[in-house]
DNA sequence: ATGGTGGATGGTCCA
C-alpha cells in the first residue's frame, strides 16, 4: 500500500497539478493539507474520476484536510473528539486497508511567543492526548501531514540561521518529540539518514531554486507498520511545476 | 530591520 501525504495550498488552485501527481503516482491514498474550502466546494470529480473517495473536513478560506483514498475509507473521525474549536479543520482521520490513517495540519505558530504559538504547542499536547486516549502502540497506526516543524539540524537547509524562529525553536521540536514518543517512527528517516532533503521552500526569495527548504511534512508510524516500510521518499518534482504548492509529497509504502 | 510570493478575498489575514 502507498500512502502519501501533501499540502496543497487551496485545493481548487491545486487541483491541476494534483491530478497530474496522482496519474503519475497513483498511491492508494493521498491526505492533503490547506484545502482552503468548504466541503461543498471541494472539487471532487476529477478526483472521482480517477478512482479516488473524497473524505473532506474543511472550513471557508483557512486550514481543511482532506483523504483520497482509491479503497473504501471506514470509521471517518473529522476533529478532535471534544468540541473543537469549529474555525479549525485540521485532523481527519479513517481507516483504509487495516491502517489508521491520521491526517494533521499542524498549526502554523507564526512566531515564538505570538498566541499563535501558544496555540500551536496547546495543539501538539492534545494530539499527543489523542494518541493515549484512542489507540494503543501495537495498532497499525500512520500520522501524516504538515507538523510545521523541522525535527533536526539535517532536515534545515541552514540550521544556524533556523535556530530559535518559528518551524525550528525548542519548544516546537520538544512538543513534536513528544508526540513522537507515543510509539511513532519518522517513515522517511528509516530509509535517509543524509540531510538535504526537504518538503517545504518558501515563495518568496527563490527558496526552491537554491534548495534552501525544510523537512516538516512528515509520515510516522507505529512499530507493525515500521516494519513493514518498504519504501519512503521526497517527491521534489511537483515543487518546479506551473504554479505549484510550496511544499511537495512526501510518500510511503508498505507491504 | 524589512521584505520578498502566493492564495482567498474583496482590505487584509495567513503562511
Known sequence: MKIATWNVNSIIARQPVVLKWLAK???????????KCTNEKFPREGFEKLGYAVEAHGQPTYNGVAILSRKKCADVRRGFPEVEDPSHARLIAATVGGVRVVNIYVPNGQSVGS???????????????????????????????????????????????????ILFSK?????????????????FRLKEE??????????????????????????????????????????????????????????????
Open 25 to 35: 503516482e497513483k498511491p492508494d491514498v493521498l491526505c492533503l493539507q490547506e484545502t
Open 115 to 165: 498566541e499563535k504559538f501558544k496555540f500551536k504547542l496547546e495543539w501538539l499536547r492534545r494530539l499527543r492526548e489523542f494518541f493515549d486516549e484512542h489507540y494503543w502502540a501495537d495498532d497499525r497506526v500512520l500520522v501524516c501531514g504538515d507538523f510545521n516543524v523541522a525535527p533536526e539540524d539535517r532536515d534545515v537547509h541552514d540550521p544556524d540561521l533556523w535556530r530559535g524562529r
Open 171 to 187: 519548544p516546537e521540536k520538544d512538543a513534536l518529540a513528544e508526540v513522537k514518543a507515543w510509539g511513532f517512527t519518522d517513515a
Open 194 to 255: 543524509r540531510g538535504g532533503f526537504y518538503s517545504w521552500w518558501d515563495y518568496r526569495t527563490g527558496a526552491f531554486r537554491r534548495n534552501d527548504g525544510l523537512r516538516i511534512d512528515h509520515v510516522w508510524v507505529s512499530e507493525p507498520l515500521a516494519e513493514d516500510c518498504a519504501r519512503a521518499w521526497i517527491d521534489k518534482e511537483p515543487r518546479g511545476w506551473e504554479r505549484p504548492s510550496d511544499h511537495t509529497p512526501v510518500v510511503t509504502e508498505f507491504k
